[in-house]
C-alpha cells in the first residue's frame, strides 16, 4: 500500500516500534518523523538509530508544525504528548497546549490539506476511578489526572470537526503501555516491576495491590495502529473513538507483581497492604475492537512481554537499583533538561547561558 505518514512525536518510547512495524507490513509507505528531541538521547540497546528506517525526520515543536508537511501527507498518526500523570502534574498548562491544543490544530489543518487518515493515540486512563464492570467506549469519563483530561479534550475536539468524504479520525483509547522498545520507559508499571526485580530481586507495590489496568504490548500498539490508518469510514464511523486492548489484559495491580516474580524466582513482592486505595482502577471492554479489527488483536502475552523485557535488559547489562532517577523515567530527562538550561518552563528549546 502507497502512502505518506506524517508521525509526531516518534522519537519517544512508542515511535520506534511503530516504525518497524509499518516498515514491514507497508514497505512503500513512506514514513515521515516529526519530533522536538526531548528524548531522543535515551536510547536502550539500540543497535542502530531508530529513525534510519524512516524516510524523512523533522524536528520541531507539535506546538507549530508547518502547514508544508501536512500538504505532502495522506495520513497522520498523533504519539506526541507529555505522556504520564508526573509529567502532566508538573508541567500541567503544557500538557494542554501539546495533547490537546496542538492536535485538534493540527487535525483540522490536515484535513483542510486533504489528509485522509488521523491516528489519535489516546488513553483508558479517560475513565479514571471505574467502579463496577468493564468500561465500553459509551460509558461516563472521570479523568483523574492533567494527562487524561488532555486526552479527553483532544478526542471531544476532534469528534466536532467537519470530516471531508472518505476521511476518518480514529482515537485509540489505548490501554497502558508496556514492552521492549529501543527508546524503554521504566515509568510504566509492568516495566517498572520487570526492572526493579532485575536490579534488586524485590518488587514494591506502593497501593495494595487491588486497582485494575488494563495492559497493551508496544508491538501490539503498533499493529492498533496500523488498522487505524487503513480503517474506512465505514467501519466505525468517520470519527471513532475505540478503546484498543484485549480482554485478556486486565489484570490487577498485584497480579502483574506475582507474574514478574515468577519469571524471576527469587523475586521478593512487598505490597502496601494499609495504603489508601488509588483511585486509578479501571477495567476496559475491548469487544469493539476485537469486532472492527478482528486481523489487528493483540497477539503478546503477558508472559512472553515479561520474558523480552527480561531479556533485553539483560542484553543492556541492567544492573541499576537506582533506575527511578534515570533517563528512563521521563521526567527525569525533562529535569535534566530544565537544569541544564536548555529548556524553559514552557518546554521549549533554549541555549543555556553560558
Not at 534510519?52 to 525526520?57: G, I, N, S
Amino acid at each position: 500500500m502507497t502512502m505518506n505518514i506524517l508521525i509526531t512525536g516518534n522519537m519517544g518510547y512508542i515511535g520506534p516500534v511503530l516504525i518497524r512495524h509499518l516498515r514491514q507490513v507497508l514497505p512503500k509507505a513512506r514514513l515521515i518523523g516529526f519530533d522536538n528531541g526531548y528524548f531522543a538521547h535515551c536510547l536502550t540497546g539500540a543497535t542502530r538509530l531508530p529513525e534510519c528506517r524512516l524516510d524523512e525526520q523533522h524536528f520541531g515543536d507539535v506546538r507549530a508544525l508547518p502547514d508544508e508537511l501536512l500538504q505532502r501527507v495522506d495520513a497522520v498518526v498523533a504519539l506526541a504528548a507529555i505522556s504520564n500523570d508526573p509529567m502532566g502534574q508538573r508541567f500541567e498548562a503544557v500538557t494542554a497546549e501539546i495533547n490537546d491544543l496542538a492536535h485538534r490544530d493540527i487535525a483540522a489543518r490536515a484535513l483542510q490539506a486533504g489528509v485522509k487518515r488521523i491516528v489519535y493515540a489516546s488513553s483508558c486512563s479517560l475513565y479514571g476511578f471505574a467502579e463496577g464492570g468493564p468500561r465500553r467506549e459509551g460509558d461516563a469519563l472521570a479523568p483523574l489526572t492533567a494527562y487524561a483530561r488532555s486526552k479527553q479534550a483532544c478526542e471531544a475536539a476532534l469528534a466536532d470537526l467537519p470530516l471531508p468524504a472518505g476521511a476518518s479520525i480514529t482515537a485509540l483509547r489505548f490501554a497502558t503501555a508496556c514492552g521492549m522498545s529501543e527508546r524503554l520507559r521504566l515509568d510504566l508499571v509492568l516495566n517498572d516491576f520487570v526492572a526493579a526485580a532485575l536490579a534488586s530481586g524485590e518488587i514494591t507495590v506502593l497501593s495494595d495491590g487491588s486497582p485494575w489496568r488494563p495492559l497493551i504490548e508496544v508491538r501490539d500498539m503498533a499493529r492498533a495502529i496500523e488498522w487505524a490508518l487503513q480503517r474506512q469510514p465505514d467501519q466505525g464511523g468517520g470519527y471513532l473513538a475505540i478503546n484498543a486492548g484485549s480482554q485478556r489484559w486486565n489484570y490487577q495491580v498485584r497480579d502483574l507483581a506475582q507474574a514478574v516474580a515468577r519469571a524471576l524466582p527469587g523475586t521478593r513482592v512487598s505490597i502496601n497492604t494499609s495504603a489508601p486505595p488509588d483511585k486509578r482502577s479501571y477495567r476496559v471492554d475491548f469487544s469493539l475492537f476485537e469486532q472492527l479489527a478482528p486481523q489487528h488483536q493483540p497477539r503478546i502475552e503477558l508472559d512472553q512481554a515479561i520474558a523480552d523485557l527480561v531479556a533485553g535488559l539483560r542484553r543492556m547489562g541492567f544492573a541499576d537499583q537506582a533506575f527511578r532517577s534515570s533517563t528512563a523515567m521521563r521526567l527525569k530527562v525533562l529535569e535534566q533538561h530544565l537544569a541544564q538550561g536548555t529548556l524553559d518552563e514552557h518546554l521549549h528549546w533554549q541555549e543555556p547561558q553560558s
